[in-house]
């Protein structure tokens, strides 16, 4: 077991912990922090398999991948909060509803 | 028509290039870009499926760069039949737009931002279908979902808010989780092209977990039970082309992708996972037609046969599995065409009736029914396709599908296309029959019930589009032969582990 | 020698045409609608006559659509399906005419003609499909293409009806699917034709009992037998001429004609004549003749009476299919012909006494034979036909029938024949004797509305010409142009060939 594999236990730790998070925080903005942190766990595993390249140097692969996961994550991000904002400005609530297809 | 592999590129690039030009807020910008996209589209699509037809399986290199340094786009017969559909479908949506009145209704640059997001889930689909890579795959389908998420958000009220919230956790937690599979894939097989996992992938516990983790991902885009819930209220607040697009062929895109993998780097996994994927497209289809039947508002109630006809695609594993190949694979394909064209025309007839008379409850639709008898006809043909009932291309795609099942012994799965129909008759017969409802107050021998008040009216471009889809799911029971025909080409001919390993 | 593929196609498409063109017609448009009806009807026809020519010189004409995946739309003429296309055709050009005069005034009347112009669609595509495929095609589009006419009204009662319509035949459909796709499965195309699809199968017993029984089983609900008749009295709530046309004719024969394909073309009468097949239909048959009796017995209203009526003698054509010998075969598919020339003239003087005088109820009938002379001897006619008197052409089926029981050594036939027709006279005799020889109550003499003089003669001439082919078809039995004669050179060319001379 050597450093990267650490990583990945640790990445895949990430993303365990935060799907829990997102499945029973009730406010909004936890739930946006959810996603970002169970990204950051896939960003984490990405980078330990990079070491699978011969030699000193890194896999230039999973990094690019990071990059545009990134920009993604981000523009979810993004999104995801005006969504939130629009829907305490609309309802005054900051959580969903508990039935899907509630009417308001 | 030339055969060659630029078409495929066209194809992609067009919608994408609808996108960017869509930013201008021009008066006629819409218009004009519209009229030039869906010639241009669907021209380019003509030549895709020709030359599939001439020459078979092929790639494109993009800008000739091949790879694994560059973009392939990888074409076989099922993905130029998506990308057709997929032209075409969403061609007649574009019209029904450019006519729909809630859409000229909203300000200059809510509605350029609304037309680029919407060439934008149509490129990224289209891009979606040909890609071969697992990391574009992942970039497209965020693509899709992220547009379309802001699609939803477009829709009436905080609904519509709420609905397009839960569809974002959602969906986003999907993408991360295939996200997460392909990363371990990558660790495992060094290689991003899924025809070059296929042959390079290990049997350790990795590329197990990678299969879950995939599937799960995959399965919360196309609407697997237990991971629907972000569907009904996203696709009954959306509004009305967008609420199409969606159910047509974004949720389909997760069950295409599963078809890729499972069919591809997963074939050799794990042959229980087969069984329980049909097991869970089995519960979708019983447990989505019991809620639509439940449902007492119109888009709802179409929203939750989407679940039920999901779960019908999901049975392809499992047939596939006991050993029923060639007949599973066309019919739930072409199940899945078929019900593409029937749910758009559904849900344009939905918004038709949404918008004349601001209210899509049952119960009011009764009152108006006869000013809609186009859109309730609409919705009655692309409900043959629900049923599979004659004259539709679900019926033939049904036919398929339960030869398949027999002809391998498996009667439950056989059991299980049948009862759906059954329940799909109710649903759909619950609302066609609104259409001969005659009112009490209704003197005999009037030629119609007086307009009630407050109906607004709608364009008659708007009520033929929906009806020109539905004619599609019909037509598709009759002109089947060429497109069951391009659904063989490229057909995987592996066939899984269980239940006879070793095969 | 090899006809026109084209025919058969124009059969079915001349009537599917006249149906969409009148469905985009305004409902005032009466002229217009009439002309393009009846000349639809017209070509029909003529078309018919020109099939019947063209076999009768010894063409074959097939045609044939490759719907893909080794599955074909097959349309062929054999003499079996002339029999019953001509007589589609024929008595759709003559509803047509009364349906014109009936449907004067009231509303929706493109949406009525139209969907009774896709019934006859489907009608046409049942006699005329080449294979089982097409047969289940046409037969589940002619249960949606019913359902707006059952519900044409739209009252409660109306919509009700639809409902118990839809029930039934959907459950028949999917049982008919499902016995198709099995045996589609097993043994591949099942073709119609001169050889049985069965003939010389190894396939288990059980195997083929089960299918003959689901597939007889989903044939049953459309044939209206005990216990699946229960839709066909509340169907009678429709308008005249679709009880006249598709519950007299042409839905409830497809059911029957079903059973022959099912008997004769697909498994072969040496196959089927067994007591776990035809033994068991041939009982059900009995059992629904006599119960149709009885029950007809019990009801007041005119047109139930002749609902339970057509229940009890469609089960005479079943019971000549299971029987099965030379003569029971023929006088089947006699009677198939003649009873569609009798019930289709009781229920056109049914509508017509309805709408002229209101009657509904057999007491009502006093003293309207004095009034109505012509309806009531067309009425009459075909009434003493139902019985089987002679020279009315019921006489003659009944008389082949009782030949063939004793042919084939089941005596019995003969005693279910005296039972029914016995019970035949007891609720016929009562409306004629009222009609002709008792006065009404002073003060409650029906009271005829003023309508104009063109929907008289248009409710008046179908029934003349019906009773009087009824008539002639039972005095000319012996002409080669008789229904009859038809009926033997069907069973001699086809399937019992000359070893067992006719009488």
Sequence with gaps: ?104 | MVASTAWVAIAVAVPLLAALASLWQGRWTALIVAVLAIPGSLLANVGVVWTVFELGVHRHPVGGWGAPLGIDLHVDGLAAAFLALLALIAAVITVHMLVDPDMRALSPRRRSLFWSLWYLVWGALAAMFVSGDAFNIYVTLELATLAGVILVSFGHGTTALFASMRYLLLGTFGALSYVLGVALLYGDTGTLDLALMAERIGSGAAPVVAAGLVTVGLAVKAALVPLHVWLPPAHASAPAGVSAILSALVVKAGFYLMVRFWFGPFVQLDGATWTVLGILGAVGVVWGSLCAIRQERLKLLIAYSTVAQVGYLFLLFPLVAGGAHAAAWSGAHYLALSHAAAKAAAFLAAGNILTSQGDDRLSMIARAARHHHLSLLAFGLAGATLMGLPPSGGFLAKWLLVTAAVDTGQWWWAAVLIAGGILAAIYVYRVVRLAYVTSPAEPPGSTGPPRPPGLLPVPMVAILAALALALLSVVLGFASAMPLRLLEIGMPAVVPPEPEPGR | MTGGAWLPVSVVLSSFLTGIFIFFLREDQLVLRSFLNLSGTVLKLGLCILLLWGVAQGFVFTFRLPLGAGLDLVLFADPLALQFVLLSAGLWLVTTVYAIAYMEGSPERSRFFGYFSLCVTATTGIALAGNLLTFVIFYEFLTLATYPLVVHTGTKEALRAGRTYLIYTIGGGMLLFIGAVWLHGLIGTVSFGPVPALAGTDLPRGVLIAIFWLMAGGLAVKAAMVPVHGWLPTAMVAPAPVSALLHAVAVVKAGVFGLFRLVYDVYGIDLARAPEMTGVLAVVAAVTIVYGSLRALRESDIKKRLAYSTVSQLSYIALGIAVGGPLATVGALAHLVHQGLMKITLFFCAGRLAETHGIHKVHELAGIGRRMPVTMTAFTIAALGMMGLPPVAGFISKWYLAMGGLQTGDDWVLLVLIASSVLNAAYFLPPLYVAWFSRPAAGAEPQARPMPGWVDWGLLVPPVITASLALAAGAVAALPISPLAWAEVIVALRYFPVTEPAP
Aim: charged residues 15%; hydrophobic residues 55%; contains cysteine.
């Design chain 1, 1 to 104: 077991m050597d450093q990267a594999d650490v990583f990945i236990l640790a990445g895949m730790a990430l993303f365990a912990v935060s799907m829990y998070s997102l499945a029973v925080q009730r406010h909004l903005v936890r739930k946006v922090l959810a996603i970002n942190i169970m990204g950051g766990g896939c960003f984490l595993v990405l980078i330990a398999v990079a070491r699978r390249a011969p030699g000193d140097v890194a896999d230039p692969v999973p990094h690019a991948m990071v990059l545009t996961g990134i920009v993604v994550a981000v523009s979810v991000t993004a999104f995801a909060l005006i969504l939130a904002r629009r829907i305490r400005a609309g309802t005054g609530r900051t959580e969903l509803p508990e039935d899907a297809s509630e009417q308001t």
